[in-house]
């Protein structure tokens, strides 16, 4: 049973930085890809960042594009997201997610597994 565990999310002021971490649990995860992906209220649910598991080859929305940087420990089974330079528009709530494919896909459809997901206020 995979288990994804996010945390790090809380309330920021516009401009500052946060780190979020995924810890995965469950099943060896070579050749998947781990993603992140946002819900803001009433809105689709958007891809933030990829990286492959193996290769750490990465893949960004335009939007977070040189402000957020996706890394990963592969000795921890841990994938981060740091966040610099929020902005209120950053506002959701952030789920990370685990793809099988093995391909840097941005549609949440592809991901099969999911965290509980954690809670990002950017405040103007």
């Known amino acids: 049973q995979v288990q994804l565990v996010e945390s790090g999310g809380g309330l920021v002021q516009a401009g500052a930085s946060l780190t979020l971490s995924c810890a995965a649990s469950g099943r060896t995860f070579g050749g998947s890809v781990m993603g992140w992906f946002r819900q803001a209220p009433g809105k689709e649910r958007e891809f933030v960042a990829a990286i492959t598991w193996s290769g750490g080859s990465t893949r960004y929305a335009d939007s977070v594009k040189g402000r957020f940087t996706i890394s990963k420990d592969n000795a921890k089974n841990t994938v981060y997201l740091q966040m610099n330079g929020l902005k209120p528009e950053d506002t959701a709530v952030y789920y990370c997610?685990?793809?099988?494919?093995?391909?840097?896909?941005?549609?949440?459809?592809?991901?099969?597994?999911w965290g509980q997901g954690t809670q990002v206020t950017v405040s103007s």
């Open positions: 997610a685990v793809n099988a494919e093995g391909i840097l896909l941005i549609s949440y459809r592809a991901y099969a597994y």
